[in-house]
């Protein structure tokens, strides 16, 4: 059996500078000035308990791995967010998941506040499936809230992530986030141009679990 194709270069340069642990983007406001000010307010808070443990990296995960970024606002409506920067990136080695999962939601007004996630205990991978019209593959991960700045969205709550990274060039997408009840609130749907996903083993497309 042929070897699956590698993933596009310009997808693997990509998928490495999207994950560089980078401060929340904020979307365009009335001048330069206050987008500065609304990213140091991003910055600070990202400084408090909920800090993301992520760090910036010149490449993507190697062997059976996931990782994605998504900027801009999810497509599910969360309402009084002006922005979202979520990203994470593991493994799915073996059919067990690993990694870390960090999002910061910018208000309005006041400061970031940001939730981080630990992927830990079954991954389940399904290649060759259809999401958005498109053919690709799909992860799904247990993940846990590790810290949080969200009231009521407790350390501890259990959640889920699944990922569907669709094949060739075309980045059609879509990363579904849910929580338990205590955190329902902050359940979220990426989609779009704004997001970039990759699920991979040795750098190459997966076409079997």
């Known amino acids: 059996m042929p070897a699956p194709p590698r993933l596009p270069s310009a997808l693997s340069a990509l998928a490495a500078a999207a994950l560089a642990c980078a401060v929340p983007i904020v979307l365009a406001s009335s001048t330069a000035d206050a987008g500065s000010a609304r990213n140091a307010n991003a910055a600070a808070s990202a400084s ?85 019209g498109r053919k690709g593959v799909s992860v799904t991960l247990g993940a ?16 889920s992530v699944t990922i569907f990274a669709s094949y060739f060039q075309g980045h059609h997408d879509r990363v579904v986030l849910r929580f338990g009840a205590a955190c329902a609130a902050e359940n979220a749907t990426f989609l779009g141009a704004q997001l970039h996903a990759l699920i991979a083993r040795d750098g190459r497309q997966v076409n079997s679990a």
């Open 48 to 132: 408090a308990s909920a800090k993301c443990p992520l760090k910036p990296s010149s490449a993507s995960p190697g062997g059976e791995a996931w990782a994605f970024t998504a900027t801009g606002l999810p497509a599910s409506a969360h309402a009084g967010i002006d922005s979202t920067y979520a990203h994470g990136r593991g493994t799915w080695t073996h059919g067990h998941g690993a990694g870390t999962i960090c999002r910061a939601d910018l208000p309005a007004s006041g400061p970031a506040r940001d939730i981080v996630l630990k992927v830990a205990g079954s991954a389940h991978v399904s290649p060759g499936v259809t999401a958005l």
């Open 144 to 159: 846990t809230v590790s810290a949080s700045d969200y009231t009521g969205c407790a350390v501890g709550t259990h959640g």
